[in-house]
Nanobody, 114 residues
């Protein structure tokens, strides 16, 4: 079992920045593709970005150029740096770990005011 604990969410004004962190409970973090998803009220959960075990990244079009995903394998932690935030980025952001099975964090709320 892998536990994922997100932190760093909060309220920010449009144009501002936040950095989300997701700490994994086990050292096998190195073997997992790590991702960030988000879910806004009344909408489906959607992929924001993911990063592979060798550091390759992929971003949804709506965050390209604004968000950056990174990982620190020594700390078993994945980050999401979010810049130039927009009100439409408001959502609960979830950390995801994917290998043979996948795990989810509990989510952290990000609210961007206009």
């Amino acid at each position: 079992q892998v536990q994922l604990v997100e932190s760093g969410g909060g309220l920010v004004q449009s144009g501002g920045s936040l950095r989300l962190s997701c700490a994994a409970s086990r050292s096998i973090f190195n073997w997992y593709i790590m991702g960030w998803y988000r879910q806004a009220p009344g909408k489906q959960r959607e992929l924001v970005a993911h990063i592979t075990t060798d550091g390759s990244t992929n971003y949804a079009d709506f965050v390209k150029g604004r968000f950056t995903i990174s990982r620190d394998n020594a700390k078993s932690t994945v980050y999401l740096q979010m810049n130039s935030l927009k009100p439409e980025d408001t959502a609960v952001y979830y950390c995801n770990a994917l290998a043979v099975v996948q795990y989810w964090g509990q989510g952290t709320q990000v609210t961007v005011s206009s």
